[in-house]
C-alpha cells in the first residue's frame, strides 16, 4: 500500500465485533468540566461540545472521566455516572453521537486518593493503603475488603447505566494516578493482603472489575481499559508491568487496550500530556508500548494509541506497521473539533494544536478550550 493509500485507508470503515466506527479516529477521554457539582449532571454545553466533535468527523468519542461513586469523584464539575438519574445523560450524548454515525465510549473512573482537595473536605476520601496521595495535602482512609468490593459492584453498575443510556461501550481508566493506578503502583500499595505485594495481588483488582462488568453488560458490548505503560515515578511500577497487566487483560477477555502513559504526579516529562509535541519524530511516544501490546491481541481485540498524534502520515504509518487498530486524540479536538472533516475535505496539514497545554488553564472559566485558537474555528463556544 503506498502512501496515499494508507492514508485514505484510516477514513475507510473499521469493524471489528462487537465494535465498528465509520473511521479509525477517536476523540480521547478528555474531562472538560461541564457538569453540575452537586448532582454530576451533564450541562448542554459539554453535550454540545460532543455533538460538535461527532459532526466534525471523529469516528468514536470516549467521554471524559465519569465517577462511579460519590467518594470516587476527582475533579470539581466532573461528570458523574453514580446513580440512575445519570442515564439520562448518557441517552443525551448517545443521541447526539449517533446522529453523525460516531461511536460513544463512556470513561469510568474512581479517584482513589487522586482528587481535588475541596472534594476531600469533610468527606472520606480512600486510597488503596491510606496516606497521602502524591502531590495532594489532605489524608486518606485504607479500603477495606469491604470497600474494595463496592468499588469492583460500582464500576459494574456505572456500566449498566451506560449501556441502559445507549452507549456503544465503556472504558475502565486504569491510568494516569488515579485509584487503579494507586492499586498497581509498588510505592502507592503497601497492602499486605491479596491486593497487595507481588505484581499478581497489585493487578487483583483489574480482572475483579473486567468480571463484574461483563457480567453486567454481556458479551456483545465493548470494554476497554486505559492503562499508563509506567508510573513515571522512580519508585513506581515499569513498562514491565504495564505490558505484563494489558496482556493479562487481553487474556481475561477485555475487548480493547488504550495504550497511554505517566501520572499527574511524575512531573512534566513523564506526564499523559507531553508538552511540545510537532508533526515528526516527536510524535506518539508511546508507540513501543503499544507495538508490543499489539503482538498479544486476538483478530478480535483492539488496541487504541492515545498521545502525541498530530499528522496523517505518522498515523497511517502507524496502522500499517501494526502498532495499533485506532488511534486516539485528545488536545487536537480541544483545538479543532471538526478536525477529521477538514482531513476528509483534502486539507492534510497536522493539527493546529501546538501541545502547549493552555487549553487545561481555561477550567477556571467555564468548559475547556483552545484559548489561541477558538476563535478561528467554528463549533459552539458558549460558556456555561
Not at 174 to 182: A, E, I, K, N, Y
Amino acid at each position: 500500500m503506498d502512501k496515499a493509500e494508507a492514508i485514505h485507508s484510516l477514513f475507510y470503515k473499521f469493524e471489528r465485533p462487537p465494535f465498528k466506527a465509520k473511521n479509525r479516529f477517536i476523540r480521547s477521554a478528555t474531562w472538560l468540566g461541564g457538569a453540575d457539582d452537586k448532582t454530576g449532571e451533564l450541562s448542554p454545553a459539554e453535550i454540545k461540545r460532543h455533538s460538535e466533535i461527532a459532526a466534525g468527523g471523529a469516528g468514536t468519542l470516549i467521554t471524559g472521566l465519569a465517577y462511579i461513586s460519590n467518594e470516587g469523584k476527582s475533579f470539581n464539575r466532573e461528570w458523574g455516572l453514580h446513580s440512575d438519574e445519570r442515564i439520562n445523560d448518557v441517552a443525551m450524548l448517545s443521541e447526539e453521537v449517533h446522529k453523525f454515525d460516531s461511536r460513544l465510549i463512556v470513561q469510568l473512573c474512581h479517584s482513589g486518593g487522586q482528587r481535588d482537595a475541596s472534594l476531600a473536605e469533610g468527606t472520606v476520601s480512600f486510597s488503596p493503603s491510606g496516606g497521602i496521595h502524591p502531590m495532594r495535602d489532605f489524608g486518606t482512609c485504607p479500603l477495606s475488603s469491604h470497600d474494595i468490593k463496592k468499588v469492583i459492584a460500582d464500576f459494574g453498575a456505572a456500566a449498566l447505566r451506560a449501556k441502559r443510556g445507549g452507549a456503544d461501550g465503556v472504558e475502565i481508566h486504569g491510568g494516569h494516578g488515579f485509584l487503579l493506578t494507586q492499586f498497581l503502583s509498588p510505592s502507592i500499595n503497601k497492602r499486605d493482603d491479596r491486593y497487595g505485594g507481588p505484581f499478581e495481588n497489585r493487578s487483583r483488582i483489574f480482572h475483579e472489575i473486567l468480571d463484574e462488568v461483563r457480567a453486567a453488560v454481556g458479551d456483545d458490548f465493548s470494554i476497554w481499559f486505559k492503562i499508563s505503560m509506567a508510573e513515571g515515578t522512580e519508585k513506581g511500577y515499569g513498562p514491565e508491568e504495564g505490558k505484563a497487566l494489558s496482556v493479562a487483560l487481553l487474556k481475561s477477555g477485555a475487548d480493547g487496550i488504550d495504550v497511554s502513559s505517566g501520572t499527574s504526579y511524575a512531573g512534566a516529562l513523564n506526564s499523559p500530556s507531553i508538552l511540545g509535541v510537532s508533526a515528526g519524530e516527536s510524535e506518539a511516544p508511546f508507540r513501543e508500548y503499544s507495538k508490543e501490546i499489539k503482538k498479544h491481541a486476538s483478530e478480535k481485540q483492539l488496541v487504541i494509541l492515545t498521545g502525541g498524534l498530530r499528522s496523517l502520515p505518522v498515523m497511517a504509518g502507524l496502522i500499517e506497521d501494526g502498532t495499533c487498530d485506532l488511534l486516539a486524540l485528545s488536545r487536537p479536538f480541544i483545538a479543532e473539533p471538526d478536525l477529521i472533516n477538514r482531513w476528509i475535505e483534502e486539507d492534510s496539514r497536522p493539527t493546529a494544536c501546538i501541545s502547549c497545554n493552555a487549553c487545561f488553564k481555561t477550567a477556571k472559566f467555564g468548559l475547556v478550550d483552545c484559548p489561541i485558537l477558538r476563535d478561528r474555528n467554528e463549533g459552539n463556544w458558549d460558556p456555561l
